[in-house]
């Protein structure tokens, strides 16, 4: 269980710095390749934290690990309350999806994405306040989001906040990678529509927030500051970078975290040799004795 305690500490310490790498990035990233490039980066942290569980060197001596912070009877309860606190997120999540779903049926909410198997458009009931083209680049919208497995990696997302519950970076890591996803699925629309600049932005101004969150879905998230403010902005810059450049860069960075995440590990520790077992027989004459050594050799550990 020790081992089990040390991997969670130590992929909740790197996906903690990879977080605020994309953090300190993502800003820059965006004004300089755009949205799309921007949300990118995301990838970082979640490939970070799974190098750190692929397998490592064996130790040549004896060495400590996060783990020996910890006593070991300690282990057996910070793992039960590790899963209680796991079990504790996913119900929340579960209880705000049928909320959500709940105010669907009932054409309170929208327009958003929901489900990740097989994700659909919700869009409310007063949705004759939108012209035709108004509700056409709306669905473009939640289409091109469905198009680009954004579902997927929203579950992702909420997946990880389950598992690092604990941890403030992973769910402020979650709030505004959506947000990212919004403003990426935005340029892509854009992209395809460039004539549709102004209706998009009158489009926006119509579109309420929401008032409940969507853990398995594409939305705005709510609590954050309005569309307005961050997506028109945007919509107004038409610079894009259609070169390598922004892909090529966020690719290495990506790699370079998860290489760096791997190889800053401690190796796996030396296990202790087990003692050699000797045996002695002696004849009776006296004339010879014979010694015989046999040393055990212990399993390879593998992780």
């Known amino acids: 269980m020790a081992e089990l305690v040390d991997a969670l500490l130590r992929v909740n310490l790197v996906a903690g710095l990879a977080i605020l790498a994309v953090l300190a990035a993502r800003l820059p990233a965006r004004w300089r390749f755009g949205p799309e490039i921007a949300y990118r980066l995301w990838a970082a942290p979640p490939l970070a934290a799974a190098a750190t569980l ?6 040549k001596s004896p060495i400590h690990t996060l783990s020996h912070l910890t006593p070991a009877h300690l282990s057996p309860a910070l793992l039960i309350l590790w899963a209680v606190g796991f079990a504790v997120a996913a119900g929340l999540m579960w209880r705000a999806q049928a909320s959500f779903l709940a105010n669907a049926r009932q054409g309170r909410a929208g327009p958003a994405v929901v489900g990740v198997i097989a994700p659909r458009v919700v869009m409310p009931t007063d949705d004759g306040r939108y012209t035709a083209d108004e509700r056409a680049l709306i669905r473009a919208h939640e289409r091109e989001h469905i198009e680009r497995k954004d579902p997927r990696a929203g579950a992702l997302i909420a997946l990880f906040q389950c598992l690092a519950w604990f941890n403030p970076l992973v769910h402020l890591a979650a709030h505004v990678a959506r947000l990212d996803q919004e403003l990426a699925c935005d340029a892509a629309v854009l992209r395809r529509h460039p004539k549709s600049r102004a209706l998009y932005a009158r489009t926006l101004l119509k579109t309420q927030l929401a008032t409940a969150t969507l853990p398995l879905g594409c939305y705005w998230p709510p609590r954050s500051r309005h569309p307005l403010e961050v997506r028109v902005a945007l919509l107004g810059r038409s610079r894009r ?4 450049e922004g892909p090529l ?7 370079s975290a998860a290489l760096v995440a791997w190889s800053v590990q401690p190796p796996l520790p030396l296990r202790p040799q087990a003692p050699p077992i000797v045996a002695e027989e002696e004849h009776q004459g006296g004339q010879m004795s014979v010694l015989l050594v046999t040393w055990r050799v212990p399993a390879t550990s593998s992780r």
């Open 54 to 59: 692929l397998p490592l060197k064996v130790a």
């Open 241 to 244: 970078d259609d070169g390598l």
């Open 249 to 255: 860069i966020v690719g290495a960075g990506v790699v």
